[in-house]
């Protein structure tokens, strides 16, 4: 195949050289110029009439865009999507955001600077160029300038190139060929390349298959996992009986939970409400309703539960005449031993709790069945 | 008498009414706001002459005089230091009559009592005077004789300057404006009020650079050497906020009462509004006005971006100062009549000293080269 | 430069881009071996480690951070000194960063892989690491961004990718001088796909040359952030000595400064056993003794302040853990710091002793022991005695914690010692322009 010339190169000693040399040459307007040096050379964009790099408006741009996606990226997982308090702190703290918000703003615009750069405005990698086959490549990276004539339009007479070259003072000149164009891909290339692309797929999924098969959920490292333990429901062997929960020690109780006297309903009314009526004991009463209570014997204590129809149960209505007419005592007794359905809320909710409760069944009555001097 | 005389005059009258009108604590507020604002500039701009002989730097050699002259401005602001003194018993908490028995130790007491205080204000301006002395009055005689031997003095001297600037201006920031609220404590204030004063300095040496080329007194002086000044306007700005982000993010984050308290009274409310607006005009407006490369060499813009910056300065002050007097921002003709008097006395100061010595540094024997400088 | 005058740009490419070319010496086969043993020893440890559990290390409550984290804070602080050369001195345009960058920024790599790898081996469960991420997931959870961990991971990894790119940006016009002395072969094929194809055209170069000031403006903003981040680790706490207002600053001084240390101590080895001294000259060496002795005042400065500021504050528990710092158990490493960063490098006022390389080698070591010492300081003995003093407990490191500790020195000289060999240690390109000509300013 015949070779085609694209351009004509002509090395120079230094920077000045190739500066004076792209000035004749670009008055003379036939050729298109570019040269090729080992370093910046200072003057060269403005010697060969190049335009200002667009890279600082595109940085900015990406840059501005960065800050946006982290500020709304943060905004909408930690603000909207799940939001949680922090530290005492609204949710929609933007101080914390900072941080991370300017190391995205960076991020973009430093990829934006850096690879815009080499694959946009400098079309890089780039390995067909003429001038990587060329002799003079090892000494244009090393310290020789290089200029190459391009035909601006029509044909490109090489000759004369060649000629306006040597005039300016090139040392050396070489004439750059048209890189071959790439030979056509055989069929039969293309089916081997698809049947090896198969054949790996193939391999590479049996292979993760196999794995996961006979190393099932493998924990990677499961030594953590493993150390002495009590395990719930299950026998242990530190203690002597074999289990894992122990009885408390006879004569000893625990923390803030006292012992109760009443087996029965009949010793339970005769006991007192030890807490006043007072707003902090309602409030905390109401806590305690709308925790356990409101989800069965519904939100005005009247026996329509929270739940749907599905759940089948007929909570007790605490606003029929024989609740409102129950003493405390028994009130708390049956919420420390259950009834029928109902569980005992013993060990969830604490004395205090309990007794506050009562008061505020008793304000939830009082609502449901208020008489006139209430209302004055 | 000129116009510039009477404006001055006319300020000085309406700060003394205020004295009587508004009352002694809005007086000293406004002195003590000034004196510190007279202070940031001189005392920056000596900084940047400092830093200069430090790194040896050549850009900066014909600007040089422009940045001793505003560092002149630490006479008149040292002067008004020593009368700020009177401002103790009025703004502050520590040194009122009654104020025997403060929460804090015997030894808190000792720092924060009148004479000591009294001490460190003359010692910090004694330092700075004599260094401003040495370096810009060397210079001005270097004019005369030329000897290299000064330049030589300048750049061995200026080491230790820095060393003693750091502390120097740590106790003035600790001094002057963290012990306005003496629970009050932060560490990295003396880095916040550097960061200001530089800035301050920068933005006046900047304005009297582009005022200096505009009347052209500063022959030879090219885009290199003022896009340094802009270059170094914009990377200020920058370490500002960031100084003044990381002591803000760091007590909100921790939301200690003994800290946070300082932030409240200044976030709430009216001073909400100076917050922002400091953020606004400190940061945003400086910080997109000179991104752009050619933005830092181009005088229209230099000028207005360093009015904008010293009027962000004054800010700055303002929003440090007043609230302590109250949860009400208060601006109004005595606020005017002090910016009047200042700004009207240190252009005076400014234009007297332009009369004295050349306008480069003309017996500096590197003037050729910073000149030569390219960037 | 006198010193420069006799270079020129072929010979800088013969001495610094043929080293990659010859078989290297024994001496470097040694200094290798005993890295990469180094190296494997901790990597070994760290997979103990893995195994066991954090257990295998000293850190029980209160001390729940120790080496790990100190190791951490260390290696991420010697990264910054690559940064800072060649971001901060390019847009000052300190022409002494020339012949140094390019080892400067390489190490920066290097030290934020060792750093990298501390919080990841102390999450205990490495393998989840991912979970650190934002990324949609069945279970519908989101990192919690206002943790400064999290800003971290953040900072930490695009640094190390910023870093990354600045570094290869450099190299690419590098490879391609290499690529054209290569022989056909592998290596240049390498080499080749490497340099993109680099070919140093004019239009290309006016790109280039925006996107390395760019960069370099913008990993100014980054060197300063990163550092600052780790500082929140610490500052947005309540414990006592580590909620300090000045410490973003402060520890951006403190990572210059060892980092700077740290260039010191591997270029004066690097310019003795590479024959070049008069490329890397002591000029160059003297400059950064110089910054190595203004960030050592910056140093003095903060502990100043913040010794002040405590006292000042009058609480009761920052004045406790003041104390602690200097008298109480763990005092020595208190008054360590103190001697190795703000007393030791005050011979660098001496021209005399700016310039000899042992004096330099020995404050460059100094430095690096007072600053791991002082990030001991700062996360040990605050956090061994806190506002209860029932749970007040000594720290004991392990020998796990210690090998460890060699180990990432081990895998750092390690990269660097490949490094030295594989790739240009001076940034040739950046060299060759400015070396003096006779048509230079014409």
């Known amino acids: 195949m015949l070779k085609r010339p694209a351009a004509v190169l002509g090395l120079f000693e230094s920077p000045r050289a190739l500066l004076s040399a792209i000035e004749l040459l670009r008055a003379r307007g036939r050729w298109s110029l570019e040269a090729y040096t080992p370093y910046p050379v200072p003057g060269a964009e403005a010697a060969l009439g190049l335009k200002r790099s667009p890279l600082a408006a595109m940085v900015l741009i990406m840059g501005s865009l960065g800050a946006l996606t982290a500020y709304l990226f943060q905004w909408w997982m930690n603000s909207v999507d799940y939001p949680i308090v922090v530290g005492g702190k609204p949710v929609d703290a933007w101080q914390a955001y900072v941080p991370v918000l300017f190391e995205v703003t960076v991020l973009f615009a430093a990829f934006t600077a850096g690879l815009g750069m080499l694959l946009l405005l400098n079309r890089l990698p780039d390995f067909r160029h003429p001038l990587l086959s060329s002799k003079s490549a090892a000494a244009l990276t090393r310290d020789k300038f290089g200029l190459a004539l391009e035909p601006a339009e029509g044909p490109f007479d090489a000759g004369a190139a060649e000629a306006a070259l040597r005039e300016v003072g090139a040392e050396a000149v070489e004439v750059l060929n048209q890189p071959a164009p790439p030979a056509p891909v055989k069929p039969r290339t293309l089916l081997l390349l698809a049947a090896g692309g198969a054949l790996a797929c193939l391999a590479a999924g049996l292979g993760t298959y196999w794995t996961l098969k006979l190393f099932p959920a493998l924990p990677p490292m499961s030594h953590m996992l493993e150390h002495p333990k009590l395990v719930p429901q299950k026998p242990s062997a530190f203690f002597k009986d074999g289990r894992g929960m122990q009885a408390g020690v006879p004569g000893t109780m625990a923390r803030g939970r006292l012992p109760y006297p009443c087996k029965t309903e009949a010793c339970a009314s005769r006991l007192a409400n030890p807490l006043p009526r007072a707003a902090e004991v309602l409030r905390k009463g109401r806590k305690a309703f709308d925790t356990s209570c409101a989800v069965c014997h519904g939100a005005l204590a009247n026996g329509r539960p929270l739940l749907s129809e599905a759940y089948g149960a007929k909570p007790a209505d605490l606003q029929s005449s024989r609740f409102l007419s129950m003493e405390d005592g028994r009130i708390y007794h049956t919420l420390m031993t259950g009834k029928s359905a109902m569980p005992s809320f013993a060990s969830s909710l604490t004395d205090d709790e309990r007794w506050s409760l009562a008061h505020y069944l008793r304000a939830l009555q009082r609502a449901q069945h208020a008489e006139d001097e209430d209302l004055r | ?375 | 430069m006198a010193p420069e005058a006799t270079l020129s740009p072929a010979s800088l490419d013969e001495r610094v881009l043929s080293a990659a070319e010859r078989k290297p010496p024994a001496a470097w086969w040694l200094a290798l071996a005993a890295a990469a043993s180094c190296m494997s020893l901790g990597f070994a440890l760290m997979a103990y480690t893995l195994y066991m559990g954090i257990g295998a290390w000293g850190n029980n409550r209160p001390v729940v951070w120790a080496f790990d984290i100190i190791n951490f804070v260390f290696w991420i602080g010697i990264g910054h000194a690559g940064t800072l050369i060649s971001a901060i001195l390019l847009l000052f345009r300190a022409r002494w960063r020339n012949a140094i960058s390019r080892t400067a920024e390489a190490m920066t790599l290097f030290a934020v892989v060792c750093a990298g790898l501390f919080p990841l081996i102390h999450l205990g469960r490495p393998w989840i690491n991912f979970w650190l991420f934002p990324y949609p997931n069945q279970r519908g959870l989101w990192p919690n961004f206002r943790s400064p961990l999290i800003w971290d991971v953040f900072a930490v990894s695009t640094y190390f990718s910023v870093s990354l790119l600045f570094w290869y940006l450099g190299l690419v016009p590098d490879i391609a001088s290499m690529r054209e002395r290569a022989r056909p072969g592998l290596r240049k094929l390498v080499l080749t796909v490497l340099s993109l194809g680099w070919r140093g055209e004019a239009s290309h170069w006016r790109h280039y040359e925006k996107a390395y000031l760019l960069l370099a403006g913008l990993a100014t903003g980054l060197v300063l952030s990163v550092h600052s981040v780790v500082s929140f680790d610490f500052a947005v706490s309540l414990v006592p000595g580590w909620h300090m207002t000045i410490f973003p600053p402060y520890f951006v001084a403190g990572a210059i400064f060892s980092g700077f240390a740290m260039v010191v101590l591997v270029l004066s080895v690097v310019r003795r056993t590479m024959r070049l001294e008069d490329i890397i000259t002591p000029h160059h060496l003297e400059m950064m003794n110089k910054v190595i002795l203004a960030t050592s005042c910056l140093m003095a400065y903060s502990y100043l302040v913040e010794g002040f500021t405590a006292w000042y504050s009058m609480n009761p528990y920052l004045h406790h853990i003041f104390k602690q710092y200097l008298w109480g158990t763990y005092g020595w490493t208190g008054w360590t710091a103190i001697f190795c960063n703000c007393l030791i490098p005050q011979l660098f006022w001496s021209s005399r002793l700016r310039r000899s390389a042992p004096v330099m080698l020995f404050v460059a070591v100094a430095v690096l022991i007072g600053m791991w010492f002082e990030r001991f300081v700062i996360i040990v003995i605050s956090l061994h005695q806190d506002f209860l003093p029932s749970s007040w407990h000594l720290y004991e490191p392990t020998l796990v914690d210690y090998g460890i500790l060699l180990g990432s020195f081990g895998l750092f000289f390690t990269l660097v010692l490949l490094f030295a060999r594989l790739l240009p240690v001076i940034a040739t390109t950046e060299m060759k322009a400015h070396l003096p000509r006779e048509d230079a300013h014409a």
């Open chain 2, 1 to 375: 008498m000129s116009l510039l005389s009477l404006v001055t005059g006319l300020g000085a009258l309406g700060a003394a009414a205020a004295y009587f009108a508004a009352g002694p604590e809005r007086f000293w507020a406004n002195w003590l706001l000034w004196q510190l604002l007279l202070l940031s500039a001189g005392l920056g701009s000596l900084f940047l002459v400092a830093l200069e002989h430090l790194t040896d730097a050549r850009w900066s050699i014909p600007l040089r005089r422009t940045a001793e002259r505003t560092a002149g401005l630490l006479a008149p602001a040292s002067a008004a230091m020593l009368a700020g003194l009177f401002a103790l018993p009025v703004l502050y908490p520590w040194a009122h009559p009654g104020a025997a028995l403060m929460p804090h130790g015997a030894a808190k007491s000792a720092w924060l009592s009148a004479p000591f205080f009294s001490a460190r204000v003359v010692l910090c301006s004694a330092l700075w005077l004599l260094a401003w002395r040495l370096l810009a009055g060397g210079s001005l005689e270097q004019d005369k004789t030329k000897a290299p031997a000064l330049s030589v003095l300048a750049r061995r001297f200026a080491p230790f300057f820095m060393a003693l600037f750091a502390l120097s201006v740590t106790t003035a920031a600790f001094d002057w404006l963290s012990s306005l609220e003496p629970e009050w404590y932060s560490d990295i204030l003396g880095v916040y009020f550097f960061a200001g004063i530089f800035l301050a300095g920068l933005a006046s040496v900047t304005l009297l650079a582009v005022h200096l080329i505009g009347a052209g007194r500063l022959p030879g002086v090219r885009f290199d050497h003022v896009y340094n000044l802009g270059g170094f306007l914009f990377a200020f700005t920058v370490f500002w906020s960031y100084i003044a982000f990381a002591q803000y993010l760091l007590m909100w984050y921790a939301h200690l009462p003994e800290e946070v308290f300082w932030y409240q009274r200044r976030l709430e409310g009216p001073w909400r509004t100076a917050a922002l607006a400091l953020a606004v005009f400190h940061f945003l407006i400086p910080f997109f006005a000179l991104i752009p490369r050619d933005a830092k060499g181009d005088l229209p813009r230099l000028r207005w971006v360093a009015i904008l910056l010293l009027g962000a300065h004054f800010l700055d002050l303002y929003w440090l100062i007043f609230p302590v007097l109250g949860p009400d921002p208060l601006f109004s003709w005595p606020e005017v009549s002090f910016a009047l008097f200042f700004i009207g006395a240190a252009l005076l100061w400014i234009r007297r000293s332009l009369a004295q010595g050349a306008d480069m540094p003309i017996g500096d024997p590197r003037l050729e080269e910073g000149l030569a400088f390219r960037l």
